[in-house]
């Protein structure tokens, strides 16, 4: 069970951040709203949260998540993969030393961002992407198994995070799409393909007894309902416009 969330709002120069989407630029007293909202869901799933202020020096700051892996025996603190993201993980890892002795550290050559990386039970999948690179993998790999953990790295070709095209909700049932419906590394799971059109909402999560899913997919939400998980939707359009997911809003532990 999740206890705690480590969440950052959105600050006044959101619009500046990275994005590759073409959906305009986004209206940042929603993006509030809704960065509210996805607040009040993680409450609902009983999680205490920690609400970071806005930090003005990273227009994508509010995208925790890429910032620490975490659970309940370890805490890395990530190095980003772009250079105006790196430093976001400073601020964060001092909320962690709150609940972690130790912060392990990805090191330079090695970079690797919270959004590559999707854990199943004691196994966890590392995406090489443009973020995440294969020497931020090993460095992750040799610290998670000090812990008990292993890891198996997943080559992406277009997504930008792991996580981008995937969840697991627990119960051995994955949610994939595009590029990772074929992967073999995934074949013994329960797949939940996902249709094009609904790609963005292939990145939910399972919070403690609810999924969090992003508003207006109606197919995968009938798919998980179908499942007989509860829902929690959260509109999300605003984080869309600047290649935000669900997961990258937030640390859970
Ligand atoms: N805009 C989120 C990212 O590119 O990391």
């Known amino acids: ?109 090695g970079t690797l961002e919270g959004g590559d990386i999707l854990k199943v039970g004691n196994q966890y999948y590392i995406g090489l992407s443009n973020r995440t690179n294969k020497e931020g993998a090993r460095q992750l790999t040799k610290i998670l198994k000090k812990h008990g953990y292993s890891c ?36 013994d799971f329960n797949i939940i393909e996902v249709d094009k059109d609904e790609s963005y909402a292939a990145n939910c999560i399972r919070v403690n007894n609810y999924i969090l899913i992003a508003k207006g997919f109606q197919k995968l939400k009938n798919s998980i309902l179908n499942l007989r998980y509860k829902i929690i939707e959260i509109n999300l359009s605003e984080f869309r416009k600047m290649d935000g997911g669900l997961s990258c809003l937030s640390i859970r532990f």
């Open 1 to 109: 069970m999740f206890k705690h969330a480590i969440v950052r709002k959105p600050g006044k120069n959101f619009k500046e951040g990275i994005t590759s989407s073409k959906l305009g630029k986004p209206d940042l007293d929603l993006a509030i709203l809704q960065h509210s909202n996805y607040i009040k869901a993680l409450k609902k799933c009983g999680l205490t949260i920690i609400e970071m202020d806005a930090d003005e020096k990273f227009p994508d700051s509010t995208f925790v998540e890429d910032t620490a892996i975490v659970n309940t025996d370890v805490a890395v603190s990530t190095n980003l993969g772009v250079l105006s993201r790196k430093g976001e993980e400073l601020e964060i890892r001092r909320i962690l030393e709150r609940f972690h002795e130790n912060i392990e550290c990805i090191k330079n050559p």
């Open 152 to 187: 198996l790295t997943v080559q992406l070709a277009k997504l930008l995070h792991l996580k981008s095209g995937i969840a697991y909700i627990g119960d051995n049932n994955l949610i994939v799409s595009g590029e990772l419906i074929d992967n073999p590394i995934f074949k």
